[in-house]
């Protein structure tokens, strides 16, 4: 199996930027990785993935603020969030797939990092 560890998130005021990582520990190949995140309350939801052949999908409440990148040599992807807001506050996940094609929907992935949380507040 993939083990999948995600670092990175801090307490940013609104504005702020922060990085995430995720590396995967155990298994470089997957087709696709990606972040999604949870807020109390709410469903965990896509943010961003991409494909081993770089191809991206961004919810549509960070596009133009969020790049999702990969470096297969290192088994990582990261998660620049620029711009953060109140509301993009929550635990965010890494996570991996097999297939080369992305999914939306939690269910389409089989590997989960332990979450890290990045909370935006004044």
């Known amino acids: 199996d993939v083990q999948l560890v995600e670092s990175g998130g801090d307490l940013v005021q609104p504005g702020g930027s922060l990085r995430l990582s995720c590396a995967a520990v155990?298994?470089?190949?997957?087709?696709?990785m990606g972040w999604f995140r949870q807020a109390p309350g709410k469903e965990r939801e896509a943010v961003a993935t991409?494909?081993?052949?770089?191809?991206?999908y961004y919810a549509e409440s960070v596009k133009g603020r969020f790049t999702v990148s990969r470096d297969n040599a290192k088994k990582t992807t990261y998660l620049q969030m620029n711009n953060l807001k109140s509301e993009d506050t929550a635990m965010y996940y890494c996570?991996?797939?097999?297939?080369?094609?992305?999914?939306?929907?939690?269910?389409?992935?089989?590997?989960w990092g332990q979450g890290t949380q990045v909370t935006v507040s004044s």
């Open positions: 991409i494909s081993v052949d770089d191809s991206a």
């Open positions: 155990t298994y470089n190949g997957v087709g696709c």
């Open positions: 996570t991996a797939r097999y297939e080369i094609v992305c999914s939306s929907t939690k269910s389409g992935y089989k590997f």
